[in-house]
């Protein structure tokens, strides 16, 4: 019999043991309300509360990942349990030490691939991302690095420079227009910037599945390539690669990571300011617009994609403020699309039933992986599902 | 904002408040670290998220007050109500 001493769940609760009686100690449940999963489910195994309570019970020798590991699926990493925890918000910065869910929720993860306790879906996903270097969001049609580039075509955009543009790999491969529209709109600006070498998958995706040896490899390839082309600035499109290079690759890389990183959304809102962009041509739609989870969240940025919105004559604009959104989320992140596909539809149908009540006719987002659940959901309401750039490229008459 | 790895991990010096607080951004306050030393010890905290939490708080008191609140009273006025 093994030593209870060396269990890997021991050691794991060593690392996890404050913050897990943080919250059991606690025992507010604030979290409950604004978790996406829990409004659609009401199954308590899958809250907050419950993926920090079996840490308790893992340091007591009452459990093993094994036992668990299903449940920590049922999660998309959208953070809203971590922000409106009193155990952040009101006391997280004075203390230096707030909720982390989002990393607990990867780490448990971590923790069952090498246990050798597998998602199948996302052991075929990773497996697949490994194979391509990017993920297989095509739909059964083979991604290919030959093919990374093909959203671009005939934008004439250079390879390398000091700032490249980083697509991630829904909208490199199926929503191509968005980040051609990012491209126009800052070749419009007169804002010089290329392309990256050779770029794989962010790894962000595997590292929120658990898959943690791919992720830092692929964060390897892409920070030797940014290096070995002399990129001082990656533009960053995506709120997911957005989290990925300001958490994740820090972690990995600590001080040795010297790469600037700029989201584009604010970098558009900054060119609007500035007066080098200027929205003109009228868009006449009544629109409401959706947080994406990553950028409002965790990150904090709800304004900028405000005043970009605002800037664009013609639309009609029913805003839902930051903090009611802290319970809304479309349901595409954290693998939960690939994993529980029903799920993640009866978040975004939740989400769109929100922007029906308003009486609109477009939902804006600013998330790639947003968009295709919002929009499945949006077809049945008659609500279409818009990207904020491409919203933006109209305006100031570039088309992708 | 623009990240930057090595700005984001150095936060303004810190200047002492009372023996247990200490400041480093305006009206932001925190327990002094070296009381964070035994049981709970402190996390990594690059500046954007001690703002982000900052200004999560205040917008969402805000909220709080617009949709919760008939009026607002202050703390003098609530003792006066009791002592009556």
Redesign the interface.
């Known amino acids: 019999m093994p030593d209870p001493d060396e269990r890997p769940e021991k050691e794991f609760a060593e690392e996890w043991r404050?913050a897990a009686y943080?919250c059991f100690s606690s025992g507010h449940k604030f979290c409950r309300e604004v978790c996406p999963v829990m409004q659609v489910t009401r199954n308590e195994s899958w809250s907050p509360t419950a993926f920090h309570a079996n840490v308790v019970a893992m340091e007591k020798g009452e459990l093993e990942v094994a036992d668990v590991a299903a449940d920590y699926v049922n999660c998309t990493g959208c953070g809203a349990c971590e922000?409106r925890c009193p155990n952040?918000?009101?006391t997280?910065?004075?203390?230096?030490?707030?909720t982390?869910t989002v990393d607990l929720v990867k780490a448990v993860r971590g923790l069952a691939v090498e246990q050798g306790v597998h998602q199948p879906g996302w052991r075929r996903w990773n497996q697949l991302t490994d194979e391509r270097r990017h993920e297989p969001v095509l739909d059964g049609t083979p991604v290919d690095q030959g093919r990374v580039r093909d959203w671009a075509e005939g934008l004439e955009l250079p390879i390398g420079g000091e700032s490249i543009l980083f697509v991630d790999c829904e909208a490199a491969f199926v929503r191509t227009s968005v980040p051609r529209s990012v491209a126009r709109i800052l070749s419009l600006a007169g804002y010089e910037f290329g392309l990256m070498n050779e770029q794989w998958c962010c790894g962000g995706p595997a590292a929120e599945m658990g898959y943690d040896e791919q992720a830092r490899r692929f964060a390897r390839h892409n920070l030797d390539d940014w290096r070995a082309a002399g990129v001082r600035?990656v533009l960053v499109l995506d709120p997911h690669d957005y989290i990925t290079?300001?958490e994740d690759y820090?972690r990995y890389f600590g001080?040795a990571?010297?790469i600037?990183?700029?989201?584009v959304v604010?970098l558009l809102a900054e060119l609007i300011r500035e007066g080098r962009l200027t929205p003109h041509v009228p868009v006449e739609r009544t629109v409401t617009y959706h947080d994406p989870c990553r950028l409002n969240k965790r990150?904090?940025?709800w304004r900028e994609p405000r005043e970009i919105l605002r800037a664009i004559p013609g639309l009609t604009f029913h805003d839902v403020?930051?903090?009611?959104q802290w319970s809304y989320c479309s349901g595409g992140g954290g693998g939960l699309p690939v994993e529980k596909p029903e799920l993640t539809a009866k978040i975004s149908e939740q989400r769109v039933g929100k922007a029906a009540e308003l009486g609109v006719d477009t939902l804006v987002s600013a998330c790639p992986w947003a968009e295709r659940p919002l929009s499945d959901a949006g077809r049945a309401r008659s609500i279409d599902v818009v990207d904020l750039h491409e919203l933006l490229a109209e305006s100031l008459g570039v088309s992708p | 904002m623009t990240y930057r790895h090595q700005e984001e991990m150095s936060p303004p010096p810190a200047r002492r408040v009372t023996d247990v607080a200490i400041t480093r951004f305006e009206h932001v306050y925190e327990v002094e670290p070296a009381l964070m030393t035994e049981h709970v010890t402190q996390q990594s905290f690059p500046n954007w998220d001690t703002l982000r939490l900052v200004r999560s708080r205040a917008d969402h008191l805000a909220w709080m007050h617009r949709h919760f609140a008939g009026k607002v009273i202050s703390g003098e006025e609530l003792l006066h109500d009791l002592d009556e």
């Open positions: 404050d943080n922000v952040s918000l009101f997280g910065d004075f203390y230096r030490f707030r982390r600035r290079f300001t820090p001080d990571y010297d600037e990183i700029v989201l604010e990150k904090g940025v403020d930051r903090v009611s």
